[in-house]
């Protein structure tokens, strides 16, 4: 059990928790939640017992076995295999002990360390090695190259996997999807879910949380509070939570009220003067709630496109891929695409199936190799990639950046713009080299809105992104007018902007007829084809002409268009009237309106109020009706 007893943290000057006293059991899988800055990955640190308390203190049993990642990975010319396995320490120990046994040729000794061998299991950790690294996207031959051939995030990866083989009692992992994409996040789940031991786990991928923990740590305001469940389940305790202390403030706040009234009026009094003196008393003794309160988040939204051209992109017979010089190296073919402004489409695929490839080719990165390429007039796109991030003038500023992308815009605009991005005050000035992975995502985000995209070709857009700004471009996206292609790790951000599948795989792209929990059926099969055949790994989708199912894909959503225009049309003739009747009622709130010489003014209001009201509820059928014709059409297609 690990125990925290009236535990303070501080970071310099700043308290980042105080007064915690909290018990986490063997074998409990906890998510570490709150806001950027709140002291998350410094409570891991103590954990790990890297940092310690400045006050109170921090239990954890002496024989626990604890791993955790390390940020940086040297470039090593050993094996990315013999790296993964040096993170069993006690498998590496007794290794060591068996070889200096059998120098020194002392037969006891050698008994005794393949006694150790042997309730290591370790005959077979190369073999679990193997099969963690390819969860996590390395193939058979990339896991005998060594470390240094690697980019960043792929040592990102060993050092995941290192710590995954390590045979912990307490596993401390910090965001360890930012660096995978969904099909290793899928994995990773799963293998988290068996692991035996205790899991402390920062993440900012909601649907992960809710797959993995049972407990969540939630830090505000410099306080450490435990709940019971899962992510989803935190959330709604907490908005129960809030919800009544919000009610008991709002009484405490109404009887300080009277308290006040009453000794103002009566404390002048000399008859009233001792109650007003007790009530003055009671008023000092009256320990005001503190408000409910939720730290404003960050949000933002698309402008309106300039022009949404019909259809955006279309793509038939496409081969994608990369030209030099004279070489052609295709890495899909036969692509058949048309990306329309209703488009919401969510690219799925293995590690390396040329998603990428696709999103460099709609936005025009990569010139097609063959087939017929047609872009829109005046198509606007907007391309979001980590590279794009990382390519921020690393002496660059917000405001600086913001200005270039606005010439026309005074300054007040750009400061405006900018804090509509979580940039205040000196941060504005700030370089660019100072920021934090999530700072240059928002501010990649804040300048790409700026071109008033038609089209959104989003790679991996939430990495580096927490919890509030990943639900900040969840709504942005769900309110874009234009069309979207995405790649993403992020299980809920798919699930809630996209309403189309695509499956890049084998060289192909095709429609993807499921859901995410079909496509994570579909990678285990794939991968149990791929363990039990040394043949290349072939698609488990249904052996049926790619060219018909293109054909037929394209004549459901032929068919299903008018209906889902449709419905479109009602949602916003239902939210104009929700506005327009909205501002009425505010008019309504005003006080001087009900004064006599007001009376028909009020009348008509009131009158309008009425129409509007039956208006709202006769669009608000129009819809229901529109939304059950899409769905009954839908389910005739299937």
């Not at 919890?467 to 699930?495: K, N, P």
Request: net charge negative; aromatic share 6%; charged share 25%.
């Amino acid at each position: 059990m690990l125990r925290l007893e009236q535990l303070d943290l501080r970071r310099g000057p700043d308290v980042l928790i105080r007064d915690a006293n909290l018990s986490l059991h063997s074998g409990w899988k906890v998510g570490l939640t709150g806001r950027n800055g709140c002291g998350k990955s410094s409570l891991l640190n103590l954990l790990n017992g890297r940092l310690e308390a400045d006050r109170g203190h921090y239990h954890r049993p002496a024989d626990w076995r604890v791993a955790t990642m390390d940020q940086e990975v040297p470039a090593l010319a050993q094996a990315a295999l013999d790296y993964v396995l040096d993170g069993h320490e006690a498998l590496r120990a007794a290794q060591q002990a068996l070889a200096s046994a059998e120098q020194a040729a002392d037969g006891s000794a050698i008994a005794q360390a393949h006694a150790r061998l042997e309730a290591l299991d370790a005959w077979s950790q190369p073999a679990r090695a193997a099969t963690v690294l390819a969860g996590l996207g390395f193939s058979e031959a990339q896991q005998q190259q060594p470390v240094a051939s690697f980019s960043g995030g792929w040592r990102m990866r060993l050092n995941l996997a290192r710590v995954l083989l390590s045979d912990a009692d307490l596993l401390l992992l910090d965001e360890p999807t930012n660096h995978l994409d969904l099909d290793a996040v899928l994995w990773l789940q799963d293998w988290l879910r068996q692991f035996p031991g205790t899991l402390v786990l920062i993440s900012h991928d909601r649907d992960f949380l809710d797959t993995v923990v049972g407990h969540i740590l939630h830090i505000e305001r410099q306080t450490l509070t435990h709940y019971t469940g899962n992510y989803s389940d935190f959330e709604r305790l907490r908005a129960e939570q809030l919800a009544h202390q919000d009610s008991e403030y709002r009484k405490q706040v109404a009887q300080a009220e009277h308290l006040k009234k009453f000794i103002a009026r009566f404390k002048a009094k000399a008859s009233k003067a001792r109650q007003a003196q007790s009530r003055v008393k009671a008023l000092e003794k009256l320990e005001l709630i503190a408000p409910a309160h939720v730290a404003d988040g960050f949000r933002f939204t698309f402008p309106e496109p300039v022009k949404l051209p019909n259809p955006m992109l279309d793509l038939e017979q496409v081969r994608c891929g990369y030209r030099n010089g004279d070489t052609e190296t295709a890495i899909l073919t036969q692509v058949d695409l048309s990306l329309r402004p209703e488009s919401r489409i969510g690219l799925l695929g293995p590690n390396g199936a040329g998603k990428s490839t696709l999103i460099r080719t709609l936005a025009g990165q990569l010139a097609p190799l063959s087939g017929r390429f047609t872009v829109g007039p005046d198509l606007v796109i907007g391309y979001f990639h980590q590279q794009q991030v990382d390519a921020l003038p690393a002496d660059g500023t917000p405001m600086a950046l913001m200005q270039a992308a606005q010439p026309r815009w005074e300054e007040s605009a750009v400061r405006s713009e900018l804090g509509r991005f979580g940039f205040q005050g000196d941060d504005i000035f700030a370089p660019v080299a100072r920021f934090s992975g999530g700072e240059k995502s928002r501010l990649a985000l804040a300048l790409l809105v700026q071109t008033r995209p038609a089209l959104l070709l989003l790679d991996e857009p939430a990495n580096h992104l927490d919890l509030d700004m990943r639900e900040a471009l969840t709504l942005a996206l769900q309110a874009f007018e234009g069309a979207v292609v995405l790649v993403s790790h992020d299980r809920h951000l798919l699930e809630t902007t996209v309403d189309e599948l695509v499956l890049v795989a084998q060289g192909t792209v095709t429609a993807f007829d499921g859901d995410l929990d079909d496509y994570a059926r579909w990678l285990r099969e794939r991968q149990k084809t791929q363990r039990s055949d040394s043949r290349p790994p072939t698609s488990e989708a249904p052996k049926v002409d790619a060219r018909a199912k293109r054909q037929e894909a394209a004549q459901r959503r032929n068919a299903l268009r008018p209906l889902q225009q449709t419905v479109t049309q009602q949602e916003k003739k239902l939210e104009q009237c929700q506005q327009t009747l909205a501002a009425l009622e505010a008019e309504l709130a005003d006080e001087t309106l009900y004064q006599p010489d007001q009376k028909t003014r009020l009348t008509e209001l009131v009158a309008r109020q009425g129409r509007l009201r039956q208006e709202q509820d006769a669009l608000e059928a129009d819809l229901l009706d529109a939304m059950e014709a899409l769905e009954a059409a839908e389910q005739a297609l299937l």
